[in-house]
Structures are given as C-alpha cells and as structure tokens.
C-alpha cells in the first residue's frame, strides 16, 4: 500500500494537508473525495517500510548538493529544461518521470547531476520546489519560488511557461548587449596590438637614426621615445601593464563590489556615465521590472516578491529602491508612494505601478514597463554602437598621426639641413 501526501480544499474553502494510504493515485484522489475535500494536489511518498528503514539508520542520508559544488548550469540550458518541463506537465505526465525524462536526455555536466538528486528528494516526499532549493547554483532563489507558487496553485504548467519566457527575455537582453560590445573590444584590442608593435620594435630603429645624426629632437618625438622606451624597457615594461591592466582593474572591481558601500558607489558612477550609465539603468528597470511582474502574476504574495527582486537586481542603487519600497508596504503605504520618493525610475514607472494598484493589474503594468525598456535597451544599444564606431576612429587618428608627426619632424628636419649643407658646398 502507497502512501500519498495530498491537499485539498474543505466544504468552507480551507486548505487541508495530510496523508493516505491508497493502492494507485486514482485510488488516493477517490479518497480524499469520499471525505468530502476536493484534491489540488496528491503526490506520492515513498513506501512506509523504506521511510522507517532509513529513520532506522538514523534519517535520510546527507549528502553534498550540487549547487555547492564546481560549475554552474548555464542559463541557455536552464531555460531549454524549463520549457520542456513546462510542456511535459502540460500533456498531463506526473512530475517525477518528466524530471526523469529530462534526466535521461540531459548531457553528462552538473543538471544532470542535480536532476539525479531531485528525483531521489521528490521520491522521499519533498516538494519539487524543496528539492529544486537545495541546489542554488543551479535553481536560483527565483526559479524556486515561481516554481513553489505554481505548485500552491495547481499551475505548474503554465508557471513553467512564463518562468520560460523570462529566463529566454533576461538571455536574449543579455545576448544584445554583450554582441553591441563585441565589435568594439575587437577593434581596440587590434589597434592595441598595433600601436604595441610600433613603439616596441618600430620607434626604437628611428631612436638610433636620430642618435646617429645627433640632432636636437623636437619635444613630440622626445615624447614619443620616453613612451617606447617605458613600453620595451620600462620595469614593468609598458606592453605588460597594457596587458595586465584591464584584469587588475577587474579583480579591483571585483574586490570593491563585496561590501554593499562599494557596490553602491560603483553603481551609482556607472548610471553617470554617458549614454553607458543610460544602458544600465534602463536594462536595470527592465530586470527587476520583469522579475517582479512575473513573481506577482504567479501569485508570489508581494512582500517576498519584492524581496527577492532585491536579491537578484544586480544592482545596488535600484535594490535599496526595492528595499524601501518593501519597508513601505509593510507600513502599510502603497507601491507608488515610495517608488516616487526614491526618484531612482522615471515618473512613467510611478504612473503605470499607480495606475496597476488602481486597476488590479499591478502584474500586467510592470510587464508593460519591462516591454517598453527592453525596446528602449535595443534603441539604445544601436546608438551606443553608432558613437562608438567614430570615437574609436578619431581616437585611432590621434594616435597614429601623433606617431606620425613625432616621426616625421626630425627626419624633414635632417633633409633640410642635408639639403642646406649640399647647397652651400655648391656655391
């Protein structure tokens, strides 16, 4: 005999959670009806003998989860497991053989490492919320508690769907801006490597030429020398600070950003910079607008959806926004009031969560705002590009004309002294 964990709704709407006994599901479902609840979920547990057995061996076996371990499942994979997932419940499979379906068709790496250990924790009696919870590094905070309310609610399936087309929207705004830098990462580490070569092994020949006539230098060429000589011979040579640089200044960054201060500093200095500090503020709006509509629509009460918006903004300046916001509701207040107050988000951003409270349909609103700044990243995305490409042009022309020019000065200098002597040895 089976033991099956159920819940159901009473005759007064009152949710019950218990346990029975039943030869089959169908069985179990019979009789949760025969006591006159209505079932909303009756999953499985595991055979009683096998429950006392392992509290006979002093409880269920602990074990490291994956999530603590090396490596991390990509979001492209991730969001291609939600899909297929969603689609299984949708054609009616129960949860534990469409997580090993998707066990057994998942590539040797760490989901489906985790996937393995899910099954063996759903079998146990745990939730598949619960299950998904004790891996972080592969179901953040987010995916569990979407997946925890399409639970409660007997939607999994469609829960799936949208936590889907989030995971799909998040990549593909990701997938813009890292392509926008593409081309000009490329382009300056070429023109690096350029300009490296020609103060190294270039500028030192004219250095000796120079020194063979021994002429008095122009002061642009003296210049361009002292650069050379730091780049070949410098302690560290300048090519190795070049190269070095933009890891130092990572790790640094890096180093800045583990207290929340630094964090906050170094956000609030990228939202200044020009045309860049727009692109993240706007992609920042259109992330945790998205995440909180999602987690609002799947019925996530708003305290913990605003909570954990705050945890995966990514950015420090809009989550004590959220964080203020939350305290603001606590108290009591609406969403708009404090969200105004922080003047963080446009006044459009205010009137459309306004208008949300209003109408009921704050969900719908902050999906709206998530929709309007992705068009906004695209448009901005494509004017980054375009300002780029001619400052990196003219940058490069400085460059190589002030080479040029620090060159070329001496040598016209020494062709008209040549010239001059020639024609005084004529007269």
């Known amino acids: 005999m089976a033991v099956f964990k159920y819940e159901a709704l009473n005759a007064s709407g009152q949710e019950i959670k218990d346990e029975i006994e039943a030869p089959s599901k169908e069985e179990a479902v019979s009789k949760v009806r025969g006591l006159g609840y209505f079932p909303t979920k009756v999953v499985e547990k595991a055979d009683r003998k096998k429950i006392a057995a392992k509290k006979g061996a002093g409880g269920p076996k602990q074990r490291k989860a994956a999530g603590t371990g090396l490596g991390w499942v990509s979001t492209k994979v991730l969001c291609s497991f939600t899909r297929q997932l969603s689609t299984l419940q949708d054609a009616g499979l129960p949860i534990l053989r469409s997580i090993r379906i998707l066990e057994q068709q998942q590539k040797p790496g760490m989901l489906r490492s985790v996937l393995k250990q899910i099954t063996e924790d759903v079998e146990g009696g745990a939730t598949l919320s619960e299950a998904m919870s004790r891996h972080p590094k592969a179901f953040d905070r987010l995916y569990c508690n979407m997946v925890a309310a399409g639970e409660a609610g007997g939607v999994l399936d469609v829960i799936l769907q949208r936590l889907a087309d989030f995971l799909e929207k998040a990549q593909k705004l990701k997938r813009k801006i890292v392509g926008a830098m593409i081309y000009p990462c490329v382009v300056i580490t070429i023109a690096g490597g350029i300009v490296t070569f020609i103060m190294v092994f270039v500028v030192p020949k004219f250095r000796d030429i120079f020194r063979d006539f021994d002429t008095k230098l122009p002061v642009i060429t003296e210049s361009l020398i002292s650069a050379s000589q730091w780049f070949a011979d410098g302690t560290p040579p300048g090519w190795v600070v070049i190269l070095f640089l933009p890891i130092i200044l990572v790790l640094i960054t890096k180093l800045i950003r583990q207290s929340a201060m630094g964090r906050y500093v170094l956000d609030v200095v990228s939202l200044k910079i020009p045309v860049l500090g727009q692109l993240i503020g706007k992609s920042s709006v259109a992330r945790f607008t998205r995440t909180l509509g999602t987690l609002v629509a799947a019925g996530v009460p708003i305290l913990e959806a605003l909570a954990i918006t705050k945890a995966t ?24 009031n404090p969200l105004r107050a922080s003047k963080t988000v446009d006044p459009i951003v205010v009137n459309m969560v306004d208008v949300g409270e209003e109408t009921g349909e704050l969900d719908k609103m902050l999906m709206k705002v998530a929709d309007n700044y992705d068009d906004e990243v695209d448009t901005l995305v494509a004017s980054l590009v375009s300002l780029l490409e001619p400052i990196m042009v003219v940058c490069l022309g400085v460059i190589v004309g002030f080479i040029v020019v620090a060159l070329f000065l001496p040598l016209v200098a020494l062709i008209q002294g040549v010239m001059g002597g020639a024609s005084g040895g004529g007269i």
């Open 313 to 336: 903004s990514g950015n420090e300046v809009y989550a004590r926004m959220l964080q203020r916001v939350h305290d603001g509701i606590r108290e009591g207040d609406s969403f708009a």
